[in-house]
């Protein structure tokens, strides 16, 4: 079982639609975690990190963790085109970064 | 401010050669590190370098070697290529290896194909 697993989509939502983004993780020892955007033949930036368990916000978007079902998830409101693209999450560790394989993201105008 | 710049963008490359993939960032990071990234697979750790002079495995480094003479450069090469090398190469660097909430920013990536 993958450290990290998520959901590859792909996913496809009308302009203006909330979208749910959702990963699992397996230890739940994991604290830190993170969501990063890539744009198509672009390198991954982060979005957001959190920290243990509830919900962080920044704009549009909110990262939210569930430490008791060991579920990390990405809520995106009010989605744009410009949102289109694949989102990776990932857990933290000492020193390594472990991501999911990451769900790619159509908005429709 | 350029951050990370890979080169080449994108390479085919016959299998058995052997390749230099480069990377190089201009934040004076001291960390730094090598991905692939493979559909269904998401990005998955080749190597990484807390510091100038130190080198570590990933979860996937076999078929891959990486050197950090500097602070700068930390270039990856594949002795022998062979077709399962075939991937995206990201490189990443961090301002320090240990902070939980220390950024990985990433560069463009290579687009490497094996024949």
């Known amino acids: 079982q993958k450290e990290v697993e998520q959901d590859p989509g792909p996913l496809s939502v009308p302009e203006g639609a909330i979208v749910s983004l959702n990963c699992t993780y397996s230890?739940?020892?994991?604290?830190?975690f993170m969501w990063y955007r890539q744009y198509s033949r672009k390198g991954p930036e982060l979005l957001m990190y959190?920290?243990?368990?509830g919900n962080k916000e920044d704009g549009r978007f909110t990262a939210q963790v569930d430490k008791s079902s060991k579920y990390i998830s990405l809520f995106i409101r009010d989605s744009q085109p410009s949102d289109s693209a694949t989102y990776l999450c990932?857990?933290?560790?000492?020193?390594?970064?472990?991501f999911g394989q990451g769900t790619r993201l159509t908005i429709n105008p | 401010i350029a951050g990370i710049t890979q080169a080449p963008t994108s390479q085919i490359l016959a299998a058995g050669r052997r390749m230099t993939l480069r990377c190089t960032q201009d934040?004076?990071?001291?960390?730094m590190y090598w991905y692939r990234q493979d559909l269904g697979l998401g990005l998955r750790l080749i190597h990484y370098?807390?510091?100038?002079?130190?080198?570590g495995k990933g979860e996937v480094p076999d078929g891959y070697s990486v050197s950090r003479a500097n602070t700068d450069d930390f270039p990856l090469t594949l002795a022998s290529a062979v077709p399962s090398q075939t991937s995206v190469y990201f490189c990443?660097?961090?301002?320090?290896?240990?902070?939980?909430?220390?950024?990985?920013?990433f560069g463009p990536g290579t687009r490497l194909t094996v024949l």
């Open positions: 990443a660097s961090s301002e320090r290896a240990g902070g939980v909430t220390d950024t990985q920013y």
């Open positions: 230890n739940s020892a994991f604290q830190y």
């Open positions: 959190t920290y243990s368990s």
């Open positions: 990932a857990r933290k560790g000492a020193q390594k970064l472990v």
């Open positions: 934040m004076r990071h001291n960390a």
């Open positions: 370098s807390n510091t100038a002079g130190t080198t």
